[in-house]
């Protein structure tokens, strides 16, 4: 018992800045207030919140009110992409989409985790980026320093621990490399 209360004692006093914490809690409550309630086709207007909060956001693309997103300052969304209903951004470092992809329906990008192996068990941020003309499908899970390659689709329910190559069809948990993916 004293080990758990001396482990315990080793956390830091706080892992995000105060600063941090002000922005995600005023981002919370835009979020809330003008982000989530707007209707379905407001595109441009959730993505003028986001660039308000820092966030890069492309022309043309659709971020939909019920996609959640940590903090806004680590997105970048290049043209034409896409988050769907239900996408989960934890954005605790730079998540990238890239050109034309699409982020479908309850998938979660994670950039954070936890280093299990240290004694008070240290959160850690590694960024994600999605290459242009991917497909994440519905309820994909993208872990934290995970690189989806150009043109890639990975599957449903797909769990992504590590790098997809390049115009590739991918799936499974632990997801891996199924067939190349053609474009006809």
Same mark, same amino acid.
């Given at each position: 018992?004293?080990?758990?209360?001396?482990?315990?004692?080793?956390?830091?006093?706080?892992? $995000?800045?105060? *600063?941090? @914490?002000?922005?995600?809690?005023?981002?919370?409550?835009?979020?809330?207030?003008? $982000?989530?309630? *707007?209707? @379905?086709?407001?595109?441009?207007?959730?993505?003028l919140l986001l660039r308000c909060f820092g966030a890069r956001i492309g022309k043309g693309v659709h971020v939909y009110p019920t996609a959640r997103i940590w903090a806004p300052w680590n997105l970048v969304i290049d043209d034409h992409a896409c988050l769907g209903d239900d996408v989960d951004c934890y954005s605790m470092s730079t998540v990238h989409i890239g050109e034309m992809a699409v982020v479908s329906q309850g998938t979660y990008l994670c950039t954070g985790s936890h280093d299990y192996t240290s004694a008070n068990f240290q959160l850690y941020a590694l960024p994600i980026d999605v290459g242009r003309k991917a497909w994440l499908c519905a309820q994909s899970f993208i872990g934290p320093g995970v690189h989806v390659g150009e043109g890639t689709v990975i599957g449903a329910r797909s769990v992504v621990t590590k790098n997809m190559p390049e115009w590739t069809v991918c799936g499974g948990n632990p997801c891996k490399p199924i067939k190349p993916r053609k474009i006809t």
């Amino acid at each position: 018992m004293t080990d758990i209360l001396e482990a315990e004692n080793s956390y830091p006093q706080a892992t $995000f800045s105060l *600063s941090n @914490r002000i922005r995600r809690s005023v981002w919370g409550v835009v979020y809330t207030v003008l $982000f989530r309630c *707007s209707p @379905r086709p407001l595109h441009e207007w959730r993505s003028l919140l986001l660039r308000c909060f820092g966030a890069r956001i492309g022309k043309g693309v659709h971020v939909y009110p019920t996609a959640r997103i940590w903090a806004p300052w680590n997105l970048v969304i290049d043209d034409h992409a896409c988050l769907g209903d239900d996408v989960d951004c934890y954005s605790m470092s730079t998540v990238h989409i890239g050109e034309m992809a699409v982020v479908s329906q309850g998938t979660y990008l994670c950039t954070g985790s936890h280093d299990y192996t240290s004694a008070n068990f240290q959160l850690y941020a590694l960024p994600i980026d999605v290459g242009r003309k991917a497909w994440l499908c519905a309820q994909s899970f993208i872990g934290p320093g995970v690189h989806v390659g150009e043109g890639t689709v990975i599957g449903a329910r797909s769990v992504v621990t590590k790098n997809m190559p390049e115009w590739t069809v991918c799936g499974g948990n632990p997801c891996k490399p199924i067939k190349p993916r053609k474009i006809t």
